[in-house]
């Protein structure tokens, strides 16, 4: 598993999308879309958190909510940009939310 020690942003499709839940423990999903500005703000953001090391151990996943309907459906994504974190591979905590320590607080739940 490569991405264990540098964390950094993986980006998910619905093809993948379930497997990557199922391997991981703690996941962190930003929900996103090509003509949204406040995602496109919030990138760097995110990046900055996957490598941040009080995350250690957390997957950060990207994925385009208008690409791949599949991995919407699974955290009810009803705006973006739209947080998700999944413990065991359960959603434990969705939010459509542009504050850095809100997604902080709800990676820190898990």
């Known amino acids: 598993m490569p991405y264990l020690c540098s964390m950094s942003v993986q980006v998910s499709t619905d093809n993948d999308f379930i497997e990557l839940l199922g391997s ?3 996941v962190v999903v930003k929900y996103f879309a090509n003509w949204c500005g406040s995602c496109k703000l919030f ?10 090391e009080r995350f250690e151990g957390v997957t ?4 385009n909510a208008e690409e791949n309907p599949e991995a919407r459906k699974v955290a009810g994504v009803d705006n973006l940009p739209y947080f ?11 939010a459509a939310t542009s ?10 739940s898990l």
């Open 84 to 94: 998700a974190v999944f413990k065991d591979g359960k959603l434990s905590e969705g």
């Open 99 to 108: 504050l850095e320590a809100k997604v902080v607080e709800m990676i820190a």
């Open 43 to 52: 990138a760097p953001k995110y990046r900055r958190l996957s490598d941040d």
């Open 60 to 63: 950060f996943l990207d994925v």
């Open 24 to 26: 991981h423990d703690k």
